[in-house]
């Protein structure tokens, strides 16, 4: 699904305030400390609670093998002053949908309501529609999550409806809101703030 370009783990994006780049051996410290919030947790799909170690490890071998291989994006995030210090992450993987991408994010509660993580998703976005093929990327959250239902909605995805689903890390059926960003929309809103590529 993603090209050459991105599977290297050299490869990074740039915004005003952030590196956006592989997760790391050294990062696993940072993401058990946020992921393990359960006010982090709790709001997703995957997460286990409590959150130790070895699923930190495990979770930057996998995405790191997955990035590699084409079949998906994980980038962590960091603060430009902090690029050692991981406080979220951001993901595109393959949808049940034909044509489609799945997006994912995560953010340490610490920076809540800073606008970082609709900074990210900007840049990530337009990365994903710009080196893809991808028609659209879905998302959602559960229907009580307004503030990332707030963050998609500035990135442009329109609700599709409410469903139930099942979150295998809360182990129940969660009613989730599931939206959409098709590619001449997201092109529209995001051509005049395309992210600055880099390698380092």
């Not at 050459?4 to 994006?13: P, S």
């Not at 393990?36 to 709001?43: I, K, M, R």
């Not at 995030?77 to 393959?94: D, F, M, T, W, Y």
């Amino acid at each position: 699904m993603f090209p050459e370009l991105t599977r290297d783990d050299i490869f990074r994006l740039e915004t005003k305030r952030l590196w956006l780049r592989w997760p790391r051996v050294n990062d696993v410290e940072g993401i058990v400390r946020f992921a393990g919030d359960p006010e982090v947790a709790l709001q997703t799909a995957g997460i286990p609670h409590p959150y130790r170690r070895e699923d930190g490890e495990a979770f930057v071998l996998r995405t790191r093998a997955s990035n590699a291989q084409g079949e998906s994006l994980f980038l962590a995030l960091a603060l430009k002053g902090q690029p050692g210090e991981v406080i979220g992450v951001i993901s595109c993987e393959g949808s049940k949908t034909r044509g489609a991408g799945e997006l994912g994010f995560v953010l340490a509660r610490d920076h809540w309501g800073q606008g970082l993580m609709t900074e990210a998703g900007i840049a990530f976005v337009d990365l994903v529609f710009s080196i893809t093929s991808l028609q659209e990327i879905v998302s959602g959250a559960r229907a009580s999550n307004l503030a990332s239902l707030r963050v998609q909605e500035k990135l442009g995805f329109v609700a599709t409806g409410r469903r139930m689903e099942h979150w295998p890390a809360r182990r129940a059926d969660v009613e989730v809101e599931r939206t959409v960003l098709k590619r001449g929309a997201a092109h529209s809103l995001f051509g005049a703030r395309r992210a600055t590529l880099t390698s380092a």
